[in-house]
């Protein structure tokens, strides 16, 4: 599996500025450069917004986060590689496209096509390796809330915990999937016990009941 880490400026813009409308930060840490931005980038046309000094600012800090990115990815991908493809039996055989954004703003997103936004805080060790995974997945299963909910119990829970330890439940996930997490517990458990695995075939076993 390949990992393209790239910046597109225009998405960037455009994440960034819905992002601070929406007050989604991930962290405090470069608050005042974003919110500065925001302040020049409204008195701009769009094709100048890119040209400020104020932008400048934010590609340095977003690239500097790619190049963090990058680096935990290749630091923890054989590790992690080898508990997703034993935990799903997939095959991991996609090359993606990871379209970063400013870690100090919320972004997680599969968009298709084999491409991710990806952004935030480095909450805890090894964040961003787990939820690269979690939307690597969604290239894989289905879009309901029973696959996302599989997909958590993967990625957000098990790869964390092997790479990290601690426990079930402990972290803040999607809210609404939690009674789902919780319902699946006794059927998860006993799949982690098999020696070949597949998780399209749990999801297909569970998705009904």
């Keep these: 599996m390949k990992l393209i880490f790239k910046i597109d400026k225009e998405y960037l813009i455009n994440h960034t500025l819905f992002s601070l409308h929406k007050k989604k930060f991930s962290s405090n840490k470069y608050k005042k450069d974003l919110l500065e931005f925001q302040k020049i980038a409204k008195s701009y046309e769009s094709k100048n ?8 600012k934010i590609i340095f800090q977003t690239k500097k986060y790619l190049n963090f990115c990058k680096k935990q990815w290749k630091k923890n991908y054989a590790k992690s590689y080898s508990i997703i493809k ?19 703003l919320k972004n997680g997103m599969y968009l298709g096509s084999n491409t991710i936004g990806w952004g935030h805080n480095e909450d805890w060790k090894n964040y961003t390796t787990v939820y690269l995974w979690h939307e690597i997945l969604h290239a894989y ?4 809330k029973i696959a996302h909910a599989i997909i958590e119990l993967t990625t957000d829970e098990e790869l964390r915990i092997k790479l990290n330890g601690g426990r079930y439940f402990s972290i803040d996930c999607h809210p609404e999937l939690k009674n789902i997490k919780k319902k699946l517990m006794p059927e998860w458990k006993e799949y982690l016990k098999q020696k070949s695995k597949n998780i399209k075939s749990f999801y297909n076993g569970v998705k009904n009941e």
Excluded: A, Q, R, V
């Excluded at 917004?49 to 400048?56: P, Q």
């Excluded at 996609?94 to 400013?102: D, L, P």
């Excluded at 299963?141 to 309901?144: F, N």
């Design 49 to 56: 917004t890119k040209k400020s000094l104020k932008f400048n």
């Design 86 to 104: 034993e935990i799903t039996g997939l095959n991991l055989n996609k090359s993606f496209t990871i379209y970063i954004t400013h870690p100090s």
């Design 141 to 144: 299963m289905p879009k309901d």
